[in-house]
């Protein structure tokens, strides 16, 4: 009698034990919190333009520009006029989107040929620069900005550096370090 006992414990714990292991749940049993969790989705934005050419990435390593505002990645494609390129900035899925539409992102190049900047005033400070609005789009799951049309006749750079700002209201953290792009060619 003690065996049959003994045999039916057993194979009460391995059930239970392979109940585990699959990870079955009774759904009435989730908790509503759990629901929301699976609820939560990246905010739907306009879908990213098509471009004719491929996306090449620039920039992978991850910048913060606040505690609520990061990039992850930054792209490179040329725009359908000759001379002009699309930057794309994928931003990363912490970012508060919200506070990131406030801003604008200029993107100051360094070309390693400054006489190919356009503007005198430019090539004096060997640079040349461009900003937009933070208008977000979306790139599968991934939200992203595009600024586009930034015409540059220099084919390599020095650098890039990047930063967001409100007209009226200066640079968001000024004392951080600027997203910086190592040399590259376009």
């Not at 609520?68 to 792209?75: D, G, L, P, T």
């Not at 503007?119 to 004096?124: A, F, G, H, Q």
């Not at 640079?171 to 590259?184: D, Q, S, T």
């Amino acid at each position: 009698m003690k065996k049959i006992i003994l045999l039916f414990a057993l194979m009460a714990f391995v059930a239970c034990k392979d109940e585990k292991k699959t990870g079955k749940t009774d759904p009435a049993k989730e908790t509503p919190v759990a629901k929301e969790k699976e609820k939560e989705v990246v905010p739907a934005y306009p879908a990213i333009q098509k471009f004719d050419q491929e996306l090449r990435f620039i920039h992978d390593e991850l910048h913060v520009f606040d505690e609520e505002i990061s990039v992850e990645e930054v792209a490179v494609v040329p725009g359908k006029e000759k001379d002009t390129y699309n930057f794309v900035f994928y931003f990363s899925d912490e970012t508060n989107y919200e506070k990131l539409e406030n801003y604008y992102l200029a993107l100051m190049l360094y070309p390693e040929d400054p006489s190919t900047i356009e503007k005198e005033s430019d090539r004096k400070r060997g640079l040349t620069t461009k900003s937009v609005k933070c208008e977000l789009v979306q790139d599968g799951k991934s939200v992203a900005l595009v600024l586009p049309d930034f015409k540059i006749l220099g084919k390599k750079m020095k650098s890039g550096k990047a930063y967001l700002y409100k007209p009226g209201g200066g640079i968001l953290n000024p004392g951080r370090p600027k997203l910086i792009i190592k040399e590259f060619s376009l």
